[in-house]
């Protein structure tokens, strides 16, 4: 059996999409033959504190269905402020670089980026030609960062810019979750070996039920990440609610702003709920019409995870950030496309979509597309053949 070791940030029992992208891998190449060890930080995210099953310890590993979990100690923080957000990932790589000086490690580990900074660092203590690294990309930072606003250019964003290129030279195999993302490492470093991975999920979808509708409003959900790049709050601001009701579940930095205008604007036909495990989360979703996914703007490489997602569940899609992700939708039929950053654009799509369409025949015909086209297993037996 080959050990192989998985660097990341995120783990659950953490929610969201990067904790279930990772941890379906580390399931998937157990469940391939590999002993598979896990190092992640305390579960913190997406509220920025050690949840409380795990606070005061400093490290604990538990053996979780076949993998072996080790969670060192970080400075929690999901601050808008930049240099806490910068000393939390400083000092998860602060523990990384201990685990690294005290413990034995596989000569196969797949690193987990961005953060890039702990990337860098796992790259830079685990480089050696007696090891494969894997370098697992899921978003292009610096770059996604400068185009969202976190920073410009400068000696911060050229300091970034030669992490990024350092963790490229020094791995042996690039993961991407997005064509993108392959083309940009590429122009970069031509000759890497790179492989597209997609954050295909695995899971039974929920039965459908009958969808009794009393009124003519179009239902439209969110679920995930309320962050920046998301652009919520905005989209609460410009939807037209004489044609939708907004219902949002997830957590994030504009969480506050959402309730607060909620309270503020009672007339605003807009509902929050929190979080909810992903599988209540499943079958609560298919009692909403149309699944938005926005992006406040178009991030070169980013394909945003709940595509495949609500794929699976058979739910419309609405896209509303460009780029892949929207070539993908439109490609396989998965629901509507509004231009990135068009709220005008947007209202009148929402309003185009008849609910005689929104059906049981639609969402059965969207799972069959799902399981024809973002087979989670074949690209993980893909992918086990490049790891071996």
């Known amino acids: 059996m080959k050990d192989i070791l998985i660097i990341t ?3 659950p029992p953490e929610i969201g999409a990067a904790s279930n992208r990772i ?5 998937g190449l157990h469940q391939n033959g590999f002993k598979v060890s896990v190092v992640t930080p305390l579960p913190n995210y997406p509220n920025g504190r050690i949840l409380k099953a795990y606070r005061g310890a400093f490290k604990r590993t538990t053996v979780e269905n076949g993998l072996t979990v080790h969670r060192l100690w970080l400075y929690a923080s999901h601050s808008k402020n930049k240099l806490l957000r910068l000393a939390s990932m400083l000092s998860y790589s602060m523990s990384l670089i201990g685990f690294f000086i005290w413990n034995r490690h596989p000569k196969t580990v797949i690193i987990q980026s961005p953060p890039l900074i702990v990337a860098f660092t796992s790259v830079l203590f685990l480089r050696s030609r007696k090891r494969k690294l894997i370098l697992n990309v899921s978003d292009l930072w610096p770059l996604a960062g400068l185009e969202l606003g976190a920073f410009k250019k400068g000696v911060t964003y050229r300091l970034l810019e030669r992490m990024e290129r350092f ?7 690039i993961l991407g979750q997005s064509e993108e993302i392959l083309t940009h490492i590429a122009s970069v470093y031509p000759e890497k070996h790179t492989f597209l991975y997609r954050n295909y999920p695995e899971f039974t979808p929920p039965e459908l039920r009958e969808n009794q509708r009393a009124d003519l409003k179009i239902k439209l959900v969110y679920a995930g990440l309320i962050g920046v790049a998301q652009g919520i709050y905005r989209l609460c601001t410009e939807l ?5 009701e907004f219902h949002i579940y997830g957590a994030g930095s504009e969480q506050t702003l959402i309730e607060q205008l909620i309270k503020d604007c009672p007339e605003l036909d807009i509902h929050f ?3 909810l ?4 989360l499943h079958r609560v979703l298919m009692t909403y019409d149309v699944a938005i996914i926005p992006l406040l703007k178009r991030i070169y490489g980013s394909v945003p995870s709940k595509i495949f997602e609500y794929a699976r569940l058979g739910l419309p899609i609405l896209y509303f950030g ?4 929207e070539l993908i939708v439109e490609e396989h039929g998965l629901g509507w496309v509004a231009k990135a950053g068009d709220y005008d654009h947007l ?3 929402m309003g185009s979509i008849s609910l005689a369409d929104l059906n049981a025949e639609r969402i059965l015909n969207t799972r069959q597309t799902a399981i024809t086209n973002f087979d989670a297993g074949k690209q993980l037996h893909a992918l086990t053949a490049r790891v071996q």
């Open 9 to 11: 940030n995120y783990f």
């Open 23 to 27: 941890h379906q891998l580390a399931t």
């Open 167 to 173: 963790n490229y030279r020094h791995t042996d195999l």
């Open 240 to 244: 037209d609610y004489s044609i939708v």
């Open 273 to 275: 709920y929190g979080t």
């Open 277 to 280: 495990p992903r599988p209540e």
């Open 322 to 325: 460009g780029g892949e992700g």
């Open 347 to 349: 209202n009148k799509v």
